[in-house]
């Protein structure tokens, strides 16, 4: 079982940035993928960035491709998005998951966080 908490989510305007972060405290979270999703009220939860158990294999949305950026620190057992230049459509609940493949389906993941709010205003 591994445990994941969000933090960094709040409320900032548009064009500014964001760093969110997905903690774990078990060591064996650093053999596994991580994923970033997020799910907006009245939308299905959708994938944002993946990075494989090294950080050397990364994945973003279009959506977000040249904004975001997601890394991984496993001597800490954390791994980042960075979000820049956000919109107010990037409004959501965002979710750090972690799992064995590297995907961009949320069915491919097995631990999931609480999720953390990110609400961009205009």
């Known amino acids: 079982q591994v445990q994941l908490v969000e933090s960094g989510g709040g409320l900032v305007q548009a064009g500014g940035s964001l760093r969110l972060s997905c903690a774990a405290s078990e060591r064996t979270f650093r053999s596994y993928t991580v994923g970033w999703f997020r799910q907006a009220p009245g939308k299905e939860r959708e994938f944002v960035a993946v990075?494989?158990?090294?950080?050397?294999?990364?994945t973003t949305a279009d959506s977000v491709k040249g904004r975001f950026t997601i890394s991984r620190d496993n001597a800490k057992n954390t791994v980042y998005l960075q979000m820049n230049s956000l919109k107010p459509e990037d409004t959501a609940i965002y979710y750090c998951?972690?799992?064995?493949?590297?995907?961009?389906?949320?069915?491919?993941?097995?631990?999931w966080g609480q999720g953390t709010q990110v609400t961009v205003s205009s």
């Open positions: 998951a972690c799992g064995a493949r590297l995907g961009i389906s949320q069915y491919e993941y097995n631990y």
């Open positions: 990075t494989n158990w090294s950080g050397s294999t990364t």
